[in-house]
């Protein structure tokens, strides 16, 4: 660590380029179908970067961050930022077993380790959440933090370790609401919206509300906004994020800006479960289903009726009794206008490279697009868990006569 690469010279000369000069192409997870091609430019990822990671994070020359990542996805990027900010960015190409991971944040010392919530629900899972010698913050991004994760986290990690939730995304390789060091951290909500970002919850009139579910915007522009989509001559990108409400970004997320300025988000807005004219964000649900002991994983979309795919542990049966624990349990913590119409077992729940639920495409392929057209295989983790879970789905005797 800290010598040149092999055959690499030291002196290294700078080349200036206009702050808008193309800086590389990341591409979106697949959430919600074929990737888009994303060209970002030099200054604006610089500018976010540093904020982010200095500001925000608190990061400071001479500590160590470490974010579990891949190439695949924008915090790899995110991560080497920390190079800006005279400080050193560790890297770990392998499996994310907890254990192992946790150790590297013990052997070098890391200040800010970050990962995704899966990562931390399974480390908590197998017990091997503990503190490093210098761990100040432990960040967590890719899908909302759940709030029984995150109290758990706390409880494992100590009042020492700051528990630092994010939400941006891939479009801005940047965040859009998350940590602060100077605001007390309440558990289950983002402490505030980054700097510079103008961020809002807007109804479906194009109004900003506080303390109710709105869809995410951001209504001036963002330095890091993407230059362009690759190939593109404008009309895609403006598709995607201002045919909603002219002239402002529209992300795609559910959020709750709370009285307090926190925010929560719930969600892909377009894998809201709208039942009776009350919406909930997926969110919600998983939360719920996180204290079934005998569920593993899951994953709910609202095709016109509500379906619930579940993965079991060990032996489990989906019997009477778990079907109507699931059903209580949702009636009673969310609403009875959102209990499933049906509970499916699968072998698997489908993620992209990025660890996030393919709601978006499961729920298309239910209405009968076909894979090729919801999602690319080289963005997903496990590509043949959309395949397996149409056919659990199909296979259901209650399905077809739905």
Not at 226 to 245: A, K, N, Q
Not at 264 to 284: F, H, Y
Not at 362 to 374: E, S
Request: proline fraction near 7%; charge should be negative.
């Amino acid at each position: 660590m800290g010598h040149p690469a092999r055959g690499l010279s030291r002196d290294c000369s700078p080349v200036p380029v206009a702050f808008d000069h193309p800086l590389w192409i990341l591409f979106s997870s697949g959430t919600t179908g074929v990737p888009k091609a994303m060209v970002h430019g030099h200054g604006g990822i610089v500018l976010e970067h540093l904020k982010s990671l200095v500001l925000h994070n608190d990061l400071r020359p001479g500590q160590v961050l470490f974010w579990y990542t891949s190439t695949a996805w924008m915090m790899w990027n995110y991560q080497v930022g920390a190079l800006l900010a005279g400080a050193t960015a560790l890297l770990f190409d392998g499996a994310p077993a907890p254990e192992r991971l946790w150790s590297l944040v013990s052997e070098h010392s890391v200040n800010v380790f970050g990962a995704s919530p899966g990562f931390f629900q399974g480390s908590l899972d197998e017990g091997h959440v503990r503190p490093g010698p210098r761990l100040l913050t432990v960040g967590s991004t890719g899908s909302p933090l759940l709030e029984p994760t995150e109290r758990d986290m706390g409880l494992a990690l100590g009042d020492a370790v700051t528990i630092a939730s994010v939400s941006g995304g891939t479009d801005v390789c940047s965040a859009f609401v998350g940590p602060t060091p100077l605001l007390p951290v309440r558990r289950g909500q983002m402490q505030a919206r980054m700097l510079g970002v103008a961020c809002e919850a807007f109804d479906a009139a194009g109004t900003a509300v506080v303390d109710e579910i709105g869809e995410l915007v951001v209504t001036a522009a963002m330095p890091s906004m993407p230059l362009s989509f690759w190939g593109d001559d404008g009309t895609r990108l403006h598709e995607t994020y201002f045919s909603t409400y002219p002239g402002v970004w529209r992300h795609g997320d559910w959020i709750r800006f709370t009285p307090e300025g926190g925010a929560v988000i719930s969600g892909r807005s377009d894998a809201t479960l709208n039942r009776g004219g009350v919406r909930m964000g997926t969110s919600e649900f998983y939360r719920v289903l996180q204290g079934v002991p005998e569920i593993e994983d899951s994953l709910v979309v609202d095709t016109g009726e509500l379906v619930l795919f579940v993965v079991l542990r060990d032996d489990n049966d989906l019997d009477d009794d778990l079907r109507g624990r699931i059903r209580t349990l949702v009636r009673a913590d969310i609403s009875p206008r959102h209990v499933p119409d049906l509970v499916v077992v699968v072998p698997a729940i489908p993620y992209t490279l990025t660890g996030k639920k393919c709601e978006i495409p499961v729920k298309r392929l239910l209405q009968g697009d076909a894979v090729a057209d919801v999602a690319d295989p080289q963005s997903l983790r496990n590509a043949e868990a959309l395949t397996s879970i149409v056919e659990a789905a199909s296979a259901v005797t209650e399905w077809s006569t739905r």
